[in-house]
């Protein structure tokens, strides 16, 4: 059921239809028409905007569990730290199995029945099952990997998982302490907390967690294979996350982009160039370069400022905005400018074509981005080394909206390198998944934005973050709700210096380690009510 | 004296002046007209190829030396191998002092009555000065320094220096066996031969070592500023250097080319992308890109085949032919096709716009080159690592051929770039010297050609090559006659599994060590004698 008494119908018609070829739809409110930067624009309606304020608060109190966690936070910090000392890059398969150890051992001592390690043709999975007898079940999705990490350029090492002093407050700094493992340890202290004092759960669970999330989940789907029945009695889905600025305030989002990843390595052959090593640099006077060849090639893909491709077809399939999505939208506007804190947190100067905070959540919601994540050939250190590469790599990525297939996209990128001569160069596959999306309208999502107005005020609700995971999993293959939730403020996801806020400095609202943990808490006994 | 009786005037007028702004001069032998490939082409007069065979072969013999070298075979390969086991990276600081104190000791034990470590703003230099009351003085330039190495693309560990086999027969890998230090060593082995003999040499040595040459010399001045004096009276600078290939051929050259080598990074700023550090790469919907910028940036400069600079005046000022190299370059076309071989070599499928050996010739004698060395930005592990970066990298190189500056040449990038929009871009120099050229007309030249004579056959010599070396040091500064010069075969500089042979198989007529030092000898002697 649809709750939002604001949000009915919208009073004009909507483009349901994919995008045309010709990128020429009728112009109107809710409509899409090619933008002066050559990427397609949608026109929302501003009028129906969603509102949170009726969402009634929470009211459950569970004071002797808030009095367990208060009183058990020590132990519960020490937990954290204990999955963040834990390296697990997957990328370069470090310490992956200690820590699919570590939640295997955490499952078992929290009184799980099923503990399972879940082999694929990659990182191991972790099943987990805890039968409280109830009749609602909730799913966790977990990711217990974490991105590489550039150690020097930490100012305290990334896997020592110090407590540092933030300009928010008391906060552990570490890779992986807010993607992911910070929230996802103190989803379940919070468990431990409810099973402390109530002897058990009002919902039963069911964990998988996955090593490869930083990989783009190429073998997330084995873990579910293996469930997919018992999944799919799930109620919904949860993927415990930070969600807050420092300030308190909350976004909240219910689906994600989809992704295609992709490496381009352009090497010397038959089109000429060196072949198979490296040669002195003096014999680019007789030889082409296979680093001009990829950076011509990267070059055609986009428009001179880099942020419109010039692939045929690359904006098509696009599903437009629909009346949700629109009322989301219009509410989220009216709301503090979410992209300014990104702005200061980042010490970004202009965002891309000056956009405004309307075109920014549009471009962020509904365009397929292309993006260099790294781009090497050659010689890369200090100094000087005087050589013609016979290799030249790329690594890509597009972030795709609701109804962009990623093996489709990178189709038509192969066509066009193809088409502009550049059959030689090399197009590898290394991920791609496809957009999902929850409906506001489902006990999960409700359930969520009642303990969050208890907490944190009014949230703000985005349809889908820019960013990807594969929550398509849950959307479209299990059929279920789905949502990543949970309050607390963290920082530097993918890059240096990443934290999770443990003790609010004065003036900081947003929650500290126990507050999350009892919001936690509320959401679970929500859910069980519902 | 110009020796050659077949080289004595050509008949047509040569174009002396330099490259007019239209490159439109006027047709006909020797004149410079603007390719297809929108390089410029110098045409040369070829009825003029100097002859070699006029040359008379050395024929002075001495014996109880080559005995002395032969017996003493063991202990010299140990010499070349204590210096190749000593690594001397100076791109990256490494083991650059021991280096030093190495060619000190090696001197000092040598009898060398002056043996000084040169301070400079950078690494050492070594000055060794070796008063034989000779009249005729050689000065020798030596550099101790080796390239950058990535171990696992090796064979045999690069610092190893192992007795490996190879087609070619018995060689040492190591980096830096062939460039330079495994030639340098042989040299001065053969002097100690002479020494052992005959109690002292027949020429008074001044050496001038550097530590510096892989990274474009940027303080040899420093080391020549404190003996110029004495410098300029000597007869002439030899490098020894391993010249022939596996066949026995020898392609001798009289000069280099320059470089500028500079490096490009594009950072995010007031034109926009992330500014302080890598952002998750899912903001690529709202912000620029620098890697972007930096392709963008970098293909602007070619033409689509990354072989043709764009930037205006990039081909302007380059020397045409002089009636001298007009005959070298004929006479060393008639010869074996030295490309041929590196074709081979290096595996090579295809030369740039398919050119024929003199094309090839011209190109990589007069024309400015512009080569990616290398290129990096944001994440260039294994796997997937999702970041928009916030700055981008670029290390590029031209070699110079005789009439183009550096520093003119970085003006005119510069200018092109800020005339494109992206004065943002920084460039930053690393490194620049100009052209080096000797005539074949010196005392020096002619000795070396008659040992030449004497092991190998006819020689090819050509004016130039490709590559770069701070000889204008020499020959613009001090106005001596300089030249690289020895027999032996080497392969794999700048590159992994570098070589010099040591003992050759059957069947390969390249000189092995023994006979390499044998021929430094009888140059000595010859230069004494002149």
Redesign the interface.
Known sequence: MFRNPGFCKLGTALIASGMAASLSLAAGEGSMTLGDNGRPSFSIDMSYPYDYSSIVPYEGQHSAIYQHIDENLGAHIGNLQRWLRQPSI???SVGIDDMANLLVDDFRDMGFQEVERVPTDGHPGVWAYYDAGAPKTLMVYMMYDV??VNPE?WQSPPFDAAMVDHPAGKAIMARGATNQKGPQRAFLNALESIIAVEGTLPVNLMITAEGEE???SPHYPQIIDKYEDRLRTADGVIFPMNMQSPSGDINLFLGV?G?A?WELEAR??????????????????????P???L??A??LL?T????TANVPGFYEGIRPPTEEEQSLIAASLQGANR?SA?KDA???????DD?DPEQ?VM??TY?P?????????????????????HK??A?M?S?LPVGIDPDEHLAKIRAFLDANGYADILLRK??GYPAAQTSVDTALVQAALGVTRKYAGTPSVNPR????APFYQFTERLKLPMMPWGLGYGNG????NEIMLIEPAEGTDAAGLAEIEKAYVDFIYALSAD
């Open positions: 997957s990328a370069q991105q590489p350029d930083e990989l783009g982009k992704i990843y010397g052959g038959k089109w000429g160039g060196p072949v198979t090593s490296e040669i002195h640099g003096s014999y680019k006077a007789a030889l082409d370069s680093v001009w060849r950076v011509q990267l070059a986009t001179p400022d880099g942020n992209m990104v980042f010490g970004i100067e202009r965002w891309m956009a920014l471009e962020m365009t981005t292309l993006n260099i994540d790294g781009i090497y050939a050659g010689y890369t250190g200090e100094g000087m080394k005087t050589i013609l590469p030249a790599t690594k990525d972030r290394l991920s973050i820019a960013g990807s996801a993918h890059a240096p």
